[in-house]
C-alpha cells in the first residue's frame, strides 16, 4: 500500500502537515486536496494545537502547486474520476477552497510555511494563507498560472495585493515568472531566508514560541486582523475592542500577569 499524499501528524501542540509527492515536486493531487482540507478541519477544533506547520517532503520542493496530470485535467472534464479522492472532490466544490484556505475556509489559528525547494503555482497561493514563512535560500516561487493559459484562481488575485506592493503583485500575476527566495524575502513575501537544513528548525522554534503564548489571545489577534483587512478603520477599532474585551475575560488572561509577578512561565489553558 503507497504512502498518503499527504501526512497530518501532532506532536507537542504543534500540528504538522507535510506534501508527500516529492516524487512529482509534491504536486497536489486529488487526494492532497481532499487531506489537505481534513486536516485543517482538524486543526481548527482540536484545542490540543496551539500552531500549525505545513511544509513538503525532501528538499526539492515545498509543493509545485496542483498536479497538471490528475487534478486539473478532472476539474476541466478532460479526464474522469477514477477513485474515491475525485468523486470526492467533485462531488464537494467546498474541498479545494477548504484546502487552500480560500474564501469562508478561514482559520484562526496560526500557521508557519516552511518552503523548502519548488513553491510554485498553487503553492505560492497557499502560503498567502499562512502567517510565518521561512524559506530555504534555494527555494523559488511562481504563480505560473497565466502561462498554461488559466488563471490563479486560489486566492492570490485577492490576497497578494494586500501582503505586497500592488505592482509587484501584478507582476507575479501577469508574467508567471519565477522568483528566488531573496527577491521574496526583499518584496515581504517571506519573513526570513535561511539555509536549507535550517528551515525545519527555524519553523519549529517559532511554533514553540507561538505554542508558550496565550492561545485565546493568540487566536482573537489572528482574527481581528483578518476581519479587519476589508473593512473601515471604525469597523477594524470596534472588531480589535470586541475581541479585547473577550479574552480580557479568559482565565489566562488573569493567569499571564500573575505569572509575571511570581516569576514564572505561565500555564495557559485557553480560556
Same mark, same amino acid.
Given at each position: 500500500?503507497?504512502?498518503?499524499?499527504?501526512?497530518?501528524?501532532?506532536?507537542?501542540?504543534?500540528?504538522?502537515?507535510?506534501?508527500?509527492?516529492?516524487?512529482?515536486?509534491?504536486?497536489?493531487?486529488?487526494?492532497?486536496?481532499?487531506?489537505?482540507?481534513?486536516?485543517?478541519?482538524?486543526?481548527?477544533?482540536?484545542?490540543?494545537?496551539?500552531?500549525?506547520?505545513?511544509?513538503?517532503?525532501?528538499?526539492?520542493?515545498?509543493?509545485?502547486?496542483?498536479?497538471?496530470?490528475?487534478?486539473?485535467? %478532472? $476539474?476541466? =472534464?478532460? @479526464?474522469?474520476?477514477?477513485? !474515491?479522492?475525485? #468523486?470526492?472532490? +467533485?462531488?464537494?466544490?467546498?474541498?479545494?477552497?477548504?484546502?487552500?484556505?480560500?474564501?469562508?475556509?478561514?482559520?484562526?489559528?496560526?500557521?508557519?510555511?516552511?518552503?523548502?525547494?519548488?513553491?510554485?503555482?498553487?503553492?505560492?497561493?497557499?502560503?498567502?494563507?499562512?502567517?510565518?514563512?521561512?524559506?530555504?535560500?534555494?527555494?523559488?516561487?511562481?504563480?505560473?498560472?497565466?502561462?498554461?493559459?488559466?488563471?490563479?484562481?486560489?486566492?492570490?488575485?485577492?490576497?497578494?495585493?494586500?501582503?505586497?506592493?500592488?505592482?509587484?503583485?501584478?507582476?507575479? %500575476? $501577469?508574467? =508567471?515568472? @519565477?522568483?528566488?527566495?531573496? !527577491?521574496?524575502? #526583499?518584496?515581504? +513575501?517571506?519573513?526570513?531566508?535561511?539555509?536549507?537544513?535550517?528551515?525545519?528548525?527555524?519553523?519549529?522554534?517559532?511554533?514553540?514560541?507561538?505554542?508558550?503564548?496565550?492561545?485565546?489571545?493568540?487566536?482573537?489577534i489572528k482574527e481581528t486582523v483578518l476581519r479587519s483587512l476589508s473593512v473601515s478603520f471604525e469597523e477594524g477599532f470596534r472588531i480589535e475592542q470586541e475581541n479585547a474585551g473577550?479574552?480580557?475575560?479568559?482565565?489566562?488572561?488573569?493567569?499571564?500577569?500573575?505569572?509575571?509577578?511570581?516569576?514564572?512561565?505561565?500555564?495557559?489553558?485557553?480560556?
Open positions: 500500500m503507497s504512502e498518503p499524499g499527504l501526512l497530518y501528524e501532532k506532536r507537542d501542540g504543534i500540528a504538522y502537515i507535510t506534501f508527500n509527492r516529492p516524487q512529482v515536486r509534491n504536486a497536489m493531487s486529488p487526494e492532497v486536496f481532499c487531506r489537505l482540507a481534513d486536516a485543517w478541519q482538524d486543526y481548527a477544533v482540536d484545542d490540543s494545537l496551539r500552531v500549525a506547520i505545513i511544509t513538503g517532503a525532501g528538499d526539492r520542493a515545498f509543493t509545485a502547486g496542483a498536479d497538471l496530470g490528475t487534478f486539473i485535467p %478532472l $476539474l476541466s =472534464g478532460a @479526464r474522469q474520476p477514477e477513485d !474515491e479522492w475525485d #468523486r470526492r472532490l +467533485l462531488k464537494d466544490n467546498q474541498i479545494s477552497d477548504g484546502a487552500i484556505l480560500r474564501g469562508e475556509a478561514t482559520l484562526y489559528k496560526p500557521i508557519i510555511a516552511a518552503i523548502n525547494g519548488f513553491c510554485l503555482g498553487g503553492g505560492t497561493e497557499l502560503i498567502q494563507a499562512t502567517d510565518l514563512r521561512i524559506a530555504a535560500d534555494h527555494a523559488t516561487f511562481a504563480l505560473t498560472e497565466v502561462i498554461r493559459g488559466f488563471m490563479p484562481a486560489g486566492g492570490s488575485t485577492v490576497r497578494l495585493p494586500r501582503q505586497i506592493p500592488y505592482c509587484k503583485a501584478m507582476e507575479i %500575476l $501577469l508574467l =508567471g515568472e @519565477r522568483m528566488n527566495a531573496q !527577491e521574496a524575502y #526583499r518584496i515581504g +513575501l517571506v519573513n526570513e531566508v535561511v539555509p536549507a537544513d535550517q528551515v525545519m528548525p527555524r519553523a519549529e522554534e517559532l511554533a514553540r514560541k507561538i505554542a508558550a503564548n496565550g492561545p485565546v489571545a493568540v487566536r482573537k473577550m479574552v480580557l475575560k479568559t482565565e489566562d488572561a488573569q493567569e499571564g500577569p500573575r505569572a509575571f509577578m511570581e516569576k514564572r512561565q505561565p500555564k495557559y489553558v485557553g480560556r
